[in-house]
């Protein structure tokens, strides 16, 4: 794939403060991001991130619009903690506790691709916490590499011109459908589903 050169580059850890402001705007800056997890035999599987969306308590879509509750609490908590839900009773989705605490407010990561892999094996929530074996035991962890799943910063070869990132509404829910807070990379294969005329890349090219 060519985007990390340097297996140091997955050690590096995004900064709490990166996570301390509002989804929408953390959202489409974790485009392009590494999605890191330390393996038993200590080897590490990443992937890049290709597509985001955005949720806040302010909105219908987001889990804590109504109130809080034992299922949610990690939503409300401060943010860089990873939020692990189960949707329709089979499929795990991972997000990221962004904002301040007291004030649900997170990022689902809904989209990852993987170097040497399949270009769509993590083209999708469900998918995505499959490959990487998220499930509601990381509910709550925080995001750092001494819990074995982290975040790192955008590699430098993989800088985004404007035209890269796609802005779109959100997909998969009844409500709140309107806000445009969907993030994905136009240069990969790997998003869940694109936008209306926004035909994929011919063959893989993200570097």
Avoid: K
């Amino acid at each position: 794939m060519g985007l990390v050169e340097q297996e140091e580059l997955t050690s590096i850890v995004l900064p709490a403060a990166f996570f301390a402001r509002p989804a929408e705007r953390v959202a489409p800056e974790l485009v392009g991001c590494l999605l890191v997890r330390q393996r038993g035999d200590g080897s590490r599987l990443w992937g890049v991130i290709v597509e985001t969306e955005a949720y806040c308590q302010s909105e219908p879509a987001c889990h804590g619009y109504r109130r809080r509750s034992a299922s949610n609490a990690t939503l409300f908590g401060p943010p860089g903690r990873f939020y692990v839900y189960l949707t329709y009773g089979v499929h795990h989705c991972v997000n990221v506790v962004t904002g301040r605490p007291e004030w649900a407010n997170g990022v689902l990561l809904r989209a990852a691709e993987l170097p040497g892999e399949p270009e769509r094996r993590a083209a999708g929530p469900g998918l995505l916490a499959r490959r990487f074996g998220i499930d509601r035991g990381h509910d709550g962890a925080a995001v750092e590499a001494l819990r074995g799943l982290w975040l790192a910063p955008r590699p430098p070869a993989l800088a985004l011109a404007a035209d890269d990132l796609m802005q779109t509404e959100r997909i998969g829910i009844s409500q709140g459908r309107e806000l445009p807070w969907r993030w994905y990379l136009r240069r990969s294969r790997a998003v869940s589903r694109r936008a209306a005329g926004d035909r994929p890349p011919p063959r893989l090219h993200l570097s």
